[in-house]
């Protein structure tokens, strides 16, 4: 059996980097893969060293030399800034690899717990949004400076990204009362 030679310079190509996002969305989606990253965190290793590992072997699949293509990945959003369907596919990417190590570290009930938060988060970001476009543009630019506003002072904890309706009610009554002074 021959050695190949593995692709070690230039940059990955859109097509690799897509077959790796796919393939590796693939792998960490199956059981056996997702009992491998846990059983790493409960031997006190890291979960990111296993999804990378992971990412060498797909590499080695495709004919990549592993260190290049992680490397290679550190490159991505300048290569690809404005490839912006490529850009999407990668932050994906991310995130999967976040979330395989989140349920790794965190263990099956407090992960369902986490995710569960999050969707409701999501929801009522959702809902705010939808109520928010019943307002006139510049009051939605001041609702969303004051989300800003709060977010920042609640050093960017996912719970102050929500305004209620009583509060965007309030701060559009104030804002039309400031302006007939």
Do not use: W
Request: charged content about 30%; glycine content about 4%; some cysteine.
């Amino acid at each position: 059996m021959g050695t190949r030679q593995l692709q070690s310079s230039g940059m990955l190509s859109r097509q690799q980097l897509l077959y790796l996002f796919n393939r590796f969305s693939f792998l960490t989606s199956q059981p056996d893969v997702k009992k491998r990253v846990a059983d790493a965190v409960n031997q006190k290793r890291e979960a990111v060293a296993v999804t990378t590992e992971i990412q060498e072997d797909i590499f080695l699949e495709m004919g990549v030399d592993p260190r290049f293509g992680i490397a290679s990945l550190g490159k991505v959003n300048m290569t690809y800034e404005n490839d912006q369907d490529l850009m999407i596919q990668f932050y994906k990417f991310v995130a999967t690899e976040e979330v395989v190590c989140d349920e790794a570290e965190l263990g099956p009930d407090e992960f369902a717990e986490r995710m569960d938060i999050q969707q409701k988060l999501q929801e009522q970001q959702l809902e705010m949004l939808k109520y928010m476009r019943k307002f006139h543009l510049d009051d939605q630019s001041a609702i969303l400076e004051k989300l800003h506003r709060q977010m920042e002072d609640a050093n960017f904890d996912n719970a102050a990204s929500v305004l209620s309706s009583e509060q965007i009610q309030e701060m559009v009554r104030r804002r039309c009362n400031d302006v007939k002074i």
